[in-house]
């Protein structure tokens, strides 16, 4: 789920990268491997921040945690983690500030803020999924791009592969204090979806986990491994990256065994630690994605009167009387497939997803039911006799 820090830094003692031509690829790798990670790449970012050749040493115990006035929820869980984590360290439990106040002492600076703004650090300057560790004069800024909660972002539907939870439902409210021992949250949290954008979060467990040492092997206490140390002093090098994978999802604790090796997790603690997983990332989703048809098109449910539109029998695979999801669609009939490019076609004009429709993001997905009950009509078995050495393969699978 991780990999290598991409490091990026100014390059002063190779000269000003502004006069020299553009390194090709293989020139940036030869430098790469001969400095073995010392400065090789252009500053990234705005460019107004000075940076001394040497990073200075921050001591976190005297450290200010400041966010915006109205902090992204990212930025503010950020924050929460960070005064959590360094007070487990070190013992001190750092105050958490808006930029608007006057700050002496080194500071976090978590997501964007005017601070950040000033010292020339925008989180619309980084790619999706991107983020920032980067040593400043007054600190450390931990930024990226972040989700913001506005009502059009909150009106944005989707379901993904765990199809259980939809887009919206992902924005799970958890009691953070009773989720960590940590007495200093009275208010239960809303957490960020884990398919909104939290670079700001990315950044902030990176951090914990590069700098300060800590890890996550687990949901509760007993897996999660905090050092402890009189003075938290932090030192090294900025980091600028994403996640390797676009998309990460391995939601779970239903085995026995894992639940055990757990320490039987609450509802709260696995939420909290998908988070730290940095679960979510690129929204797409691919699963049953046709489970509602029957809803839709075979007979009204009275569990869900309102996602019928018509009898449309002929959707669905002949030669069965069998329940919609019990069989396949009959694949080859064209008002089937006209009626899943509508429906595509509806998602991407933002009129939403119908029933357990498997669609977020950018994707709409395709997926059929898991059996093997297939059309018997002539034009699907014609296909399927093409296809007959491989029917979970190349033309019907699923
Ligand atoms: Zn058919």
Redesign the pocket.
Known sequence: MTTKAEKTQHGSHHGDPALRPPPSRRDFLKTTALFAGASAIPQFLGGSVARAAESPCVNLNVATIVIARNPTPSARLASLELRHHIAKICGAVLPILPDSEKVAGPCLFVGESDATRGLGLRAADLKPQEYLIRFVPQGIVLLGRDWQDTPKNRAETGRGTHYQTTLADWRQVIDYSAATGDGNVKDRIELPGIFDEQGTCYATYDFLERFCGVRWYGPTDLNIIIPTKPTLAVQGDDVRRAPAFAYREGIGDGYPTIKAQWNKPTPDQLKLYWRRLRMGGEKWGGNHSIRSFQDRFLRKNPACPELFEKERPDFF??GTTEGGFKRQL????PDVIAQLVQDARDFFDGKGIKGNQVALGDYFALVPNDNNRW???E??QAVLKRDRYNRKGKIFGN
């Open positions: 695979a002949q009959c694949f080859t009939n059309c018997k009509c034009r699907c």
